[in-house]
């Protein structure tokens, strides 16, 4: 099975925003994980994209309508949902791993519904909040650089992979 990490974050965001989500992106391919994202073509979508097809990497693009319009030019795999921003449960439902770059509503949604799906987040170049922070306990870290990201979704993995071990042969 393939290793899906989710890739969150705005719409519109700076140029250092841009160039760490295109970071993320290209190192989540060098991995050879499969990137997951919103899917369109701006912001954080447009740029991890775009870094982890520079890197030929996978990309899937769960997208909030039902055609095909302003999907990002890296997106390999397009999941047309029609559902609009209800797609956010999509997104990280689907993720072993969410990183959150900086963003909005949006994105806050998206880290709140993984912390409530008990999924590991890595918030990446913000300040996620006093509540964020609390309700994540552990199974939220907060970074700056792209490689700090990628060290502590290996940390997540690694732990998970150690949980699966130790349930083996646990299905009745």
């Known amino acids: 099975m393939h290793t899906i990490i989710g890739v969150m974050g705005g719409g519109q965001v700076d140029s250092a925003t841009y160039e760490l989500a295109r970071q993320v ?7 050879g994980w499969v990137l997951l994202n919103g899917g369109r073509d701006c912001g954080v979508m447009a740029a991890s994209a775009e870094g982890a097809a520079a890197a030929r990497g996978l990309v899937v693009g769960v997208l909030p ?26 997104n990280v439902l689907s993720s072993r791993v969410v990183i959150a770059l900086p963003g909005g509503a949006g994105t806050i949604s998206e880290v709140a519904h993984a912390l409530k799906a008990s999924r590991p987040v890595v ?20 970074v700056d650089t792209a490689e700090e990201a990628i060290a502590a979704v290996d940390r997540f993995l690694a732990g998970a992979a150690r949980v699966a071990q130790d349930a083996e042969g646990d299905c009745r």
């Open 123 to 142: 918030v990446a170049g913000w300040d996620p909040g006093e509540a964020l922070r609390r309700a994540g306990g552990s199974r939220l870290v907060v």
């Open 65 to 90: 309508g039902d055609d095909l319009t302003g999907i990002a030019p890296g997106v390999a795999i397009p999941v047309l949902t029609g559902v609009g921003d209800a797609r956010n449960v999509i």
């Open 25 to 31: 992106g290209r190192a989540i391919a060098e991995r």
